[in-house]
T-cell receptor, first 114, second 115 residues
Framework: TQLLEQSPQFLSIQEGENLTVYCNSS?????LQWYRQEPGEGPVLLVTVVTGGEVKKLKRLTFQFGDARKDSSLHITAAQPGDTGLYLCAGAQPGGTSYGKLTFGQGTILTVHP | GAGVSQSPSNKVTEKGKDVELRCDPISGHTALYWYRQRLGQGLEFLIYFQGNSAPDKSGLPSDRFSAERTGESVSTLTIQRTQQEDSAVYLC?????????????FGPGTRLTVT
């Protein structure tokens, strides 16, 4: 069974601060996705990283996939209250009958105070 | 166009009763997924369909859980003899096809409370 360990579980910061969320596994994934979820809604995809060592930027968000495709990080620069939410990482299984199946981390609840 | 819809949005049931949860995927999406999410936690994979076939049922927690899909359309997740530990949000997602290159679009979920 592939597992994804996400940390920290909770993060409470002031507006303007920087933060990093980590997602680690002992298993290799074919891709790693990051989602953001608001209360009462389903997760919404932010980014997919596929290649080991890949770095993607989405405005103030920077996503990195580890060289060995076992870990990933999400870095937010100058956080804003609108960034508040549950952030989830998810790894896609490499193949077989589980092809396309996503394994999710436990999530990071981010609260950005004005 | 319309996104993934789920019904009911909330369901309160007594322990021991059966419940049926419904998912309407985005039109044209061949792959459909069911997940369970406990409060403030990540998603737990339950089952996925490619068309009306379910190649991987390994995530279903017990034989009280079953799911079916009619063609490439509606899917239902049935929980028999519900237990309190079944209380969670059940999320459905669909994607154009199966595989890492296809984004999964999630519905708003059904919040199930077993009393």
């Amino acid at each position: 069974t592939q597992l994804l360990e996400q940390s920290p579980q909770f993060l409470s910061i002031q507006e303007g601060e920087n933060l990093t969320v980590y997602c680690n596994s002992s298993s290799v994934f074919s891709s790693l996705q990051w989602y953001r979820q608001e209360p009462g809604e389903g997760p919404v995809l932010l980014v997919t990283v596929v290649t080991g060592g890949e770095v993607k930027k989405l405005k103030r968000l920077t996503f990195q996939f580890g060289d060995a495709r076992k870990d990933s990080s999400l870095h937010i620069t100058a956080a804003q209250p609108g960034d508040t939410g549950l952030y989830l990482c998810a790894g896609a299984q490499p193949g077989g009958t589980s092809y396309g199946k996503l394994t999710f981390g436990q999530g990071t609840i981010l609260t950005v105070h004005p | 166009g319309a996104g993934v819809s789920q019904s009911p949005s909330n369901k309160v049931t007594e322990k021991g009763k059966d419940v049926e949860l419904r998912c309407d995927p985005i039109s044209g999406h061949t792959a459909l997924y069911w997940y369970r999410q406990r409060l403030g936690q990540g998603l737990e994979f339950l089952i996925y369909f490619q068309g009306n076939s379910a190649p991987d049922k390994s995530g279903l927690p017990s034989d009280r859980f079953s799911a079916e899909r009619t063609g490439e359309s509606v899917s239902t997740l049935t929980i028999q003899r519900t237990q309190q530990e079944d209380s969670a949000v059940y999320l459905c997602a669909s994607s154009l096809s199966l595989g890492r290159d296809y984004e999964q679009y999630f519905g708003p979920g059904t919040r199930l409370t077993v009393t």
